[in-house]
């Protein structure tokens, strides 16, 4: 039997600038596969480095023949890419099974299954345990009703399974299945954080959080859990694909890179290892703050770039995000600790919440003016599918735009009390131009002694970021 996963053809968040990543969830899925299945043969067809649109991706499925399809789904935003996959896969031959996973499926299940008839099975949750299960019943022509952690039809209804346990050692998973896309590694690439040269690749750390924000997927979809592999099984897992692969920057991709005793020594065997390296994590203001003694070994290993949430100045805003250890002077302190390590501070801003008005929108503004960081991302909160904001927003009728390709936190989707939809685009557009539109910043980025400081602002002056988001309105 084959198994064909896709990533599809799609665009990529722009605000980011140019860049290829790769298919990290399929991957982790193949790997598992090939670990655990007999007699499968297994495929994979990434749209994106092979340059593929949606008539070539159609011939490439024609060609490989499979038995099943599995295409890529881990954001809201591509939701309506993810089953076009399985649209094309059931005209090419409707005897083809085809399955989805993720975030957005998962929190709407039986919705999707409903929106969707070309979609055969919804993973819900955790992929690996019941992929394998899945396909190794339909390889046996086998009962799937009792399948944990699945949603499929039977007899014309849609019938969805228990939950699924979560795996309790991340350690026993095998590495990502980097060797199906070999062909491909050189061309990973993340322009605004290393040259296009510099071959990235994505390295899972850990799974969940738990801290339980009200507008992130990732808590309620983890069980509001986090787990983590050691220290050793990550840095073979880099040591893996540095020597085999050649990659040198890394990608953190865990919602939640703690700073504790197990960083520090992830940071000493990358050193003692004498891996050649940068990385990049996302992290959280007040760890980062009561471990500063940590930072200048983050510094040391490679770590080049850190993703902050800022969210907002204003306390009220911040507790019914449920944003526990931010506030103005953990925030500055972050920046401050960074920048005398050399490490690049990316932060993130929140507008749009119910009480926003222009006046509080300004106020963030002239916010990330005080903080500085070396890059400011502002953000239209966005009503994702399985938070408490999504069920707030939705029971309140808030929600204006049902369009799941604009769930990108670049396009609005709710008024607030006083703004409307439309103003809260031109709002956010204004925090950027206001960032990034001030020319002394321009000039110390540009001319800055940090490298990546420097590249990032050179870069983004040709990218006419600024430009692209007034479109939007």
Not at 259 to 276: G, V
């Amino acid at each position: 039997m084959r198994i064909l996963f896709v990533e599809p053809p799609k665009d990529f968040w722009f605000v980011m600038g140019q860049y290829i990543p790769p298919p990290f969830g399929i991957l982790t899925l193949a790997a598992y596969l090939e670990k655990n299945c007999e007699e499968l043969n297994i495929d994979i067809i990434d749209s994106q480095a092979d340059g593929l649109d949606w008539n070539a991706l159609e011939n490439r499925i024609k060609t490989v023949n499979p038995d099943i399809v599995a295409p890529s789904a881990l954001t809201t935003c591509n939701a309506f890419a993810t089953a076009r996959v399985a649209q094309i896969a059931k005209k090419i031959n409707s005897t083809i099974k085809t399955i989805v996973g993720g975030q957005h499926f998962t929190a709407l299940a039986e919705d999707s299954m409903e929106k969707y008839p070309e979609i055969d099975y919804i993973i819900r949750g955790e992929g690996e345990e019941t992929l394998r299960e899945l396909v190794d019943a339909i390889n046996r022509n086998e009962n799937t009703k009792n399948i944990l952690g699945l949603t499929q039809r039977i007899k014309n209804s849609i019938v969805s399974t228990p939950d699924r346990p979560l795996i309790c050692d991340l350690n026993s998973l095998p590495h990502p299945g980097y060797n199906f896309v070999k062909k491909h590694m050189k061309g990973y690439y993340f322009s605004l954080m290393a040259e296009k040269e510099t071959s990235f690749a994505i390295i899972e750390g850990s799974r969940g959080c738990s801290h339980n924000c009200t507008y992130c997927t990732q808590s309620p979809f983890w069980r509001r859990t986090h787990r983590q592999k050691s220290p050793n099984r990550i840095v073979d897992e880099i040591e893996q694909i540095y020597n085999e692969y050649g990659s040198t920057f890394f990608w953190f991709t865990d919602d939640y890179f703690t700073l504790d005793e197990r960083t520090n020594k992830i940071c000493e065997l990358i050193i003692e290892k004498k891996l050649d390296i940068s990385w990049f994590c996302q992290a959280r203001c007040d760890d980062i703050v009561q471990n500063k003694e940590l930072i200048p070994k983050l510094s040391k290993s490679g770590n080049i770039w850190m993703l902050l949430g800022f969210d907002t100045p204003n306390p009220e805003t911040l507790k019914e995000f449920r944003r526990t250890g931010i506030n103005k002077s953990v925030a500055k302190e972050t920046v401050t600790t960074l920048r005398q390590n050399q490490i690049f501070s990316q932060g993130t801003f929140i507008i749009g919440n119910r009480s926003d008005t222009k006046e509080s929108i300004q106020v963030l503004r002239e916010y990330a003016d005080w903080l500085d960081p070396d890059l400011a991302t502002f953000m239209a909160l966005t009503p994702y599918p399985g938070t408490e904001i999504f069920e707030q927003a939705k029971q309140n009728n808030w929600i204006e735009d049902y369009n799941w390709a604009n769930y990108d936190m670049i396009h609005a989707i709710m008024p607030t009390e006083t703004l409307t939809r439309n103003e809260v685009q031109e709002e956010l557009y204004r925090c950027y131009d206001n960032f990034f539109g001030s020319w002394p910043r321009r000039y110390k980025g540009i001319s800055s002694e940090n490298k990546y400081v420097r590249r990032t602002y050179q870069y983004l002056a040709k990218q006419a970021l600024i430009t692209r988001l007034q479109n939007l309105f």
